[in-house]
């Protein structure tokens, strides 16, 4: 049973616009929220997270959006750049030991 | 500044052999974590470790082993290979404490195929 779901698997954007990829959950209990980017034949690595007593956080031109009642988060990236194509997850966890990723969404900026 | 190290990059194994992943993190953390995934799928979680001794079971420990017998070190055993467990596996770290949750950090991963 999937708890963390990206519904989108692949998302194109043209340079300098902004880039928004979703993801769904299914488990109230989850109070930790992160986004991951992976490069082929590399590791995911940790782009930004959110806690569930926020409902926004930002990062440069990252920015993770939190909806509690919907059990929706979404990463904005502002402006997009080529060098950000790659596949990101989403990962969530309840307070404990166990973190859950979604399928994760392949994101092309266009030149 | 290695961070997560996984070894071996590659690897092919028959039906019903065994191997060792090893992973070693140089960042003193508490948590190490082993993950598959599988094409179009998201990470799925092997086991985790909490400190050195301390091991348990995620979503999908079926025909894995663990140990944790010191901080850096956590090897993922397959007994008896099985096709099914064709996979890219990744091992991660954390520093976890009581209150706060950290990101983990990924090693590149070990792409398995068993034929």
């Not at chain 1, 990463?75 to 969530?92: E, K, N, T």
């Not at chain 2, 990059?9 to 019903?16: A, E």
């Not at chain 2, 348990?56 to 099985?82: C, H, M, Q």
């Not at chain 2, 991660?92 to 195929?113: E, I, K, M, W």
Request: glycine residues 8%; neutral net charge; contains cysteine.
């Amino acid at each position: 049973d999937q708890q963390v779901k990206q519904n989108s698997p692949s998302l194109s954007v043209q340079e300098g616009r902004i880039s928004i990829l979703n993801c769904d959950y299914t488990n109230s209990m989850f109070d930790y929220f992160l986004w991951y980017k992976k490069y082929p034949a590399e590791g995911p690595t940790f782009l930004i997270s959110i806690s569930s007593i926020k409902d926004k956080n930002e990062d440069g031109r990252f920015t993770v959006f939190l909806n509690k009642s919907a059990k929706h988060l979404s990463l904005h990236i502002v402006p997009s750049q080529p060098g950000d194509s790659a596949v990101y997850f989403c990962a969530a966890s309840a307070f404990g030991n166990q973190f859950y990723f979604g399928t994760g969404t392949s994101l092309t900026v266009i030149p | 500044n290695a961070g997560v190290t996984q070894t071996p990059k590659f690897r092919i194994l028959k039906i019903g052999q065994s191997m060792t992943l090893q992973c070693t993190q140089d960042m003193n953390h508490n948590y190490m974590y082993w993950y598959r995934q599988d094409p179009g799928m998201g990470l799925k979680l092997i086991y985790y470790s909490v400190g050195a001794g301390i091991t348990d079971k995620g979503e999908v420990p079926n025909g894995y082993n663990v140990s944790r017998s010191t901080t850096e070190d956590f090897p993922l055993r397959l007994e008896l290979a099985a096709p099914s467990q064709t996979s890219v596996y990744f091992c991660a770290s954390s520093l976890r404490d009581r209150v706060a949750h950290q990101p983990q950090h990924f090693g590149d991963g070990t792409r398995l195929s068993i034929l």
